[in-house]
């Protein structure tokens, strides 16, 4: 499947963005998804994934409280919104996907998603 990140920009902080993942067909029938950052000089972390069943959800701890999950199954696509943002939000965005069982726990590791967006930037200004 082919994921295609979207909706990054500048933002000053305590603003939000919403980041869009859309899939070249529906995918949630089969795929978990989630979203990494990968900022400057940094390894790529896990910020927030959604089960294939679309039920469960995970946060990072970073971003709990200020980050959601949700999707659209009818447009194949999944949202990230972003509220209250810091500079330390600060990366290139990546949604990927996995296919997995309706009953699997929810992956937090990249490795563990073998389909990718290309990514989008967000920077937030102080």
């Known amino acids: 499947v082919q994921l295609q990140a979207s909706g990054g920009g500048l933002v000053q902080a305590g603003g939000s963005l919403r980041l869009s993942c859309a899939s070249s067909?529906?995918?949630?029938?089969?795929?978990?998804v989630a979203w990494f950052r990968q900022a400057p000089g940094k390894d790529r972390e896990f910020v927030a994934a959604l089960s294939r069943s679309g039920s469960r959800t995970s946060y990072a701890d970073s971003v709990k409280d200020r980050f959601a999950l949700s999707r659209d199954s009818a447009k194949n696509t999944v949202f990230l919104q972003m509220n209250s943002l810091t500079p330390e939000d600060t990366a290139v965005y990546y949604c990927?996907?996995?296919?997995?069982?309706?009953?699997?726990?929810?992956?937090?590791?990249?490795?563990?998603?073998?389909?990718w967006g290309q990514g989008t930037l967000v920077t937030v200004s102080s």
């Open positions: 067909r529906s995918m949630f029938r089969e795929y978990a």
């Open positions: 990927a996907g996995k296919r997995t069982i309706l009953t699997a726990p929810i992956d937090t590791r990249p490795q563990d998603y073998a389909s």
